[in-house]
């Protein structure tokens, strides 16, 4: 047997594409059929205000309604949705950290927190007439006054989202090292800023959709939800429902997309499950982009004011950071948002002197959820952009001041005199951060500004750098498994479900290459609790580092229990087989390949009383593994409008080993996209009454073919020894950097002074406005 | 309701069926033909997804009522393969890695291959055009854009039919 060539690393072509390309996917909506009953869900129309009665007869009364139950009908029967997160004691107590606890029902009781709370769900025959009849359900609603901004609703007198609680903050954490204070006294140069970033989320393509249906002869419910944590909706549902886990299968079909919002539990997946069992029927709820906009979980929305102090040289003494991070009604992934801030705040710098503190806010806005990033944009937004400002002050070149702080080789690994969330103390285990910047550089210089001037006679041009540090692949674990299968293929799967990253080629490529097979005798099962009983989900640049690890270490143990059966097969000691490329080999020349044994376990064959192989693991990194990237982007403004485009871009980023660099490129390019989205064109705003004015893509503006630019990668190697694949997350990687580098890019473009467009989106009035004000100081 | 009969021929099938006038021409394509590929990502005109051919131009799936499309001939993705095989456009988009999580594609498939049909050479700006109408929240259009610009290359200029 030969030795084939390494799937690790390779382009291997996606086996997710044919079926995409031909109309063959099969997203949760694809599911539904004649024999489905459709769910609709009554939504809050005010922010805030008292349920004072729900009138359904109206709605019960129109032929083919099945069911219309309120939240009161549910009131005992179904329990709320828990939280996401709780970080360790250790960071809890390094951090002082605090959260409330909010106990939001499935469907509204007493009251409701935001517009588009649900609050009443209706079955029907067809979606049209569940829509029709949840036209006719009747609430009474006493109002209350509502607050829809974070600073306002920290305010003494300000009204509380949660009545039960005793002010509006949903968690608070401060930390720090060294003596700011002192070392702000030695500086040359101190700048202060309030920055802020919009509210926007991952919007993906396909909105959120659940399928329940109550499997008689088995006795348990089976689910199907556009998610990225199938098993954090098992919990979901049987904490809520008090059912054991037994009775609850989830299942990912295809995921058009999730980007975050989708690795967040909901109501409608509990309800919809919880009315399959009750009705006895296929009950299906498909989200449309209207209820998308008010119901899904939203992100970013963070305020910071920020005191960045340097020496006459620019280098770093100090660096303070207080925030205010907007979580509208609630989210379940409070503790993980307003820590990423804190812990990511740092950047690829020395810094010797640091103090941070954050507070997480409820408001009558829709919740909140992560979004790729997740509080690291925020963080970097506000450092970068501060790095900017003193280099202004200092008298450097952006680069300049990035270069002389920058943890370079020698530097590396650096610890953090703090905790990350899961209590292990930081350490970057980096290359060269310094090498990053150097590299993206090279790919997009100042210079290429000149370059375009002729192609772009009516744009002013300019250029902006960024760096970003990124804590990927945290645990606490996942779950792999590998089986073989009868014919001497195999079936992959893993805990982390796909949500569109191309799990069926790069968990089949690190299957494939560990147990020695061809890439085609490997398939991947996308996400099913039958599959692996436990499991935490795609989200956090995490699946290839503890998803992918896990499939590696249930196939490193396949094929060596493989091996024992070769060995008991030949009637020779295991320490006599090798496991060769297709099977095994023992010292006397005799071969076994997979199918032989498939044929051996098989009932009548020689290993008949044996075990099947079937192997599951789990992977539990020690701790989180630090990337690092630096951004680069040409601008051009229109001095007409103001409006900015991006014209080029460039990311290097120190990565581990890369299962597949197409993939890899795919992530920071689409990372990226979603990034000069947030930064110039997306935002869900809000009146002051709390309403949302951004309820279509007429107002809530994606980035399309012209908004994003030809994006050109470095891949850098850097150590990866915390997994056994070498391998590092990316997923996050594009987006984290591209707000302060297009800011710094306008800035330059403007001739602006730096560290003055502190707010994102970018508008277009905003950049009129540095224009006029370069113009008056030119003159 | 208002039924309305509608004939009209879809990847070269003729159907005969009665609809809800109110019935838009996606869900008459998804629940009634079983082409599930035809998505609905905004169902108010603007991310592109729904993007079907009728008579060979490519209309809005979402926007258009199946009543309207009686009498017509309407391709979908489902139609737009070579044969049992990829098309010269869908063998690109995944050699370019022009799609993720694969919900926006038919949409790009589509607006593509009626690009690629109508027009003899086309240049960066011009593919960009024609699929300005599309969202993709993946892949940021990199692999999207070089799939269809590789074909229009290679492709025969004068017959704009993929060389072989």
Request: net charge negative; glycine share 20%; charged share 20%.
């Given at each position: 047997m030969t030795t084939s060539a390494p799937l690790m690393g390779a382009t291997v072509p996606?086996?997710?594409?044919e079926r995409f390309l031909t109309g063959r996917g099969a997203f949760v909506a694809d599911?539904?059929?004649?024999g489905t009953w459709h769910a609709v869900f009554v939504r809050s129309s005010y922010a805030a205000a008292r349920i004072r009665a729900v009138e359904t007869a109206a709605a019960r009364r129109?032929?083919?309604?099945l069911a219309v139950l309120t939240g009161e009908d549910l009131a005992g029967r179904l329990g709320p949705l828990g939280s996401l997160h709780k970080p360790q004691p250790a960071f809890v107590e390094a951090f002082s950290f605090h959260s409330a606890e909010i106990d939001l029902p499935c469907l509204a009781i007493e009251?409701?927190?935001?517009?588009?709370?649900?609050?009443a769900v209706v079955v029907a025959e067809s979606r049209a007439i569940a829509e029709d009849a949840a036209e006719l359900v009747d609430i009474a609603y006493e109002r209350d006054e509502p607050v829809a901004d974070a600073r306002t609703a920290l305010s003494a007198t300000a009204p509380r989202v949660?009545?039960?609680?005793?002010?509006?903050?949903?968690a608070s954490l401060q930390a720090g090292f060294g003596d700011v204070d002192a070392a702000r006294r030695r500086a040359a140069h101190v700048v202060r800023n309030t920055f802020r970033i919009g509210r926007h989320s991952g919007i993906p393509l396909e909105c959120r959709g659940v399928l329940s249906r109550w499997d008689q002869a088995r006795q348990r419910v089976e689910v199907w939800t556009s998610t990225q944590v199938p098993h954090f909706v098992r919990t979901a549902i049987t904490t809520a429902t008090?059912?054991?886990?037994?009775?609850v299968r989830v299942r990912t079909p295809d995921?058009?997309?999730?980007?975050?919002?989708?690795a967040n539990v909901y109501a409608e997946e509990v309800v919809v499950a919880y009315l399959a069992r009750l009705l006895n029927r296929e009950v299906a709820w498909i989200e449309d982009r209207a209820e998308h906009f008010q119901a899904t979980a939203q992100g970013r929305d963070q305020e910071l004011e920020a005191e960045l102090a340097v020496d006459?040289?620019?280098?770093?003494l100090s660096w303070s950071v207080d925030y205010v991070v907007d979580v509208g009604a609630g989210s379940l992934w409070v503790a993980g948002i307003i820590a990423n801030t804190a812990l990511h705040l740092l950047g690829a710098y020395r810094i010797p002197h640091y103090r941070v503190s954050g507070r997480a806010v409820y408001t009558n806005k829709t919740i909140v959820a992560q979004y790729r990033g997740a509080g690291r944009p925020e963080a970097c937004f506000a450092l970068e952009r501060s790095l900017d400002a003193a280099a202004d002050a200092a008298g450097l070149p952006p680069e300049e001041i990035r270069r002389r702080n920058i943890l370079r080789a020698e530097d590396l690994p650096h610890e953090v005199p703090l905790p990350y969330r899961d209590g292990v103390p930081i350490t970057y285990?980096?290359?060269?951060?310094g090498r990053c910047l150097d590299a993206c550089l090279k790919l997009l210089p100042a210079e290429t500004v000149t370059d375009l001037a002729a192609d772009y006679p009516d744009l002013l041009l300019g250029h902006g750098i960024s760096t970003y540090v990124e804590a990927t692949g945290r645990g606490p674990y996942e779950s792999g498994r590998a089986r073989l299968l009868p014919g001497g293929t195999f079936e992959i799967a893993a805990g982390s479900a796909s949500a569109g990253q191309s799990h069926e080629t790069t968990f089949a490529q690190v299957a494939a290459q560990t147990l020695g097979v061809?890439?085609?005798?490997v398939r991947v099962r996308n996400g099913d609790t039958d599959a692996v009983a436990y499991g935490i989900g795609s989200f956090a640049s995490r699946s290839a580092v503890v998803g992918g690890s896990a499939v590696y270490t249930a196939c490193r143990r396949l094929r060596e229990r493989g091996r024992e059966l070769a060995a008991e097969l030949l009637d020779?000691?295991?320490?006599?087989?090798d496991a060769v490329d297709g099977g095994f080999s023992s010292s006397d020349g005799r071969d076994i390949g997979w199918e032989r044994l498939a044929t051996e376990l098989?009932?009548?064959?020689?290993?008949?009383d044996h075990q099947p192989l079937d192997q599951t693991s789990t992977f539990s990194p020690p701790t989180v593994t630090w990337t690092m990237g630096a951004h680069a982007a040409v601008v051009g403004i229109?001095?007409?409008?103001?409006i900015v485009r991006v014209l080029r871009y460039a990311v290097a980023h120190e990565g581990g080993d890369e299962i597949n660099p197409a993939v890899v490129e795919g992530q920071v390019r689409g990372g990226v996209a979603q990034g000069i989205g947030g930064t110039l064109l997306e935002e869900f705003a809000y009146s002051a009454?709390?309403?949302?004015?951004?309820?279509t893509f007429a107002e809530y503006l994606l980035p399309g073919t012209f908004e994003v630019p030809p994006t050109a990668v470095a891949h850098l190697h850097g150590p990866a020894d915390l997994n056994p694949l070498g391998v590092k997350g990316v997923g996050e990687s594009g987006t984290i950097a591209v707000y302060s580098t297009v800011a710094a890019a306008v800035e330059d473009a403007a001739s602006s002074?730096?560290?003055?467009?502190?707010?994102?989106?970018?508008r277009p009035s905003t950049v009129l406005a540095l224009l006029t004000e370069t113009e008056g100081e030119a003159s | 309701m208002n039924d309305v009969r509608i004939d009209i021929e879809v990847n070269g099938i003729r159907y005969e069926r009665t609809v809800?006038?109110?019935?838009?021409l996606a869900d008459f394509l998804r629940?009634?033909?079983?082409?599930?590929?035809?998505?609905?990502?905004?169902?108010?005109?603007?991310?592109?997804?729904?993007t079907v051919l009728v008579d060979g131009r490519s209309v809005r799936s979402c926007l258009s009522l199946a009543a309207q499309a009686g009498g017509t001939t309407v391709r979908t993705v489902e139609g737009?393969?070579?044969?049992?095989g990829l098309s010269p456009l869908q063998q690109a988009m995944s050699r370019h890695h022009?799609?993720?999580?694969?919900?926006c594609t038919p949409g790009f498939v589509v607006a593509a291959t009626e690009l690629l049909e109508n027009s003899a050479e086309l240049d960066d700006h011009d593919v960009r055009e024609a699929l300005s109408g599309n969202v993709c929240r993946?892949?940021?259009y990199h692999g999207i854009v070089a799939a269809v610009l590789e074909v229009a290359r290679e492709?025969?200029?004068?017959?704009g039919k993929a060389a072989e």
């Open positions: 996606r086996r997710e594409d599911l539904t059929g004649p129109l032929p083919g309604v009251r409701v927190h935001y517009v588009g709370e649900p609050l949660h009545p039960e609680l005793p002010d509006n903050v949903a008090g059912w054991p886990t037994h009775q995921v058009g997309g999730g980007f975050g919002p989708k006459s040289d620019g280098r770093i285990d980096g290359a060269d951060f061809p890439f085609d005798a020779v000691r295991p320490d006599d087989v098989a009932p009548g064959g020689g290993l008949a229109d001095p007409g409008t103001g009454e709390g309403q949302p004015q951004t309820t002074a730096a560290g003055r467009i502190t707010t994102t989106p970018i | 809800d006038a109110r019935t838009s629940e009634q033909i079983g082409l599930t590929g035809t998505h609905l990502g905004c169902e108010h005109g603007v991310c592109g997804a729904c737009l393969g070579d044969g049992d022009g799609l993720q999580c694969g919900f993946c892949t940021g492709r025969q200029p004068a017959t």
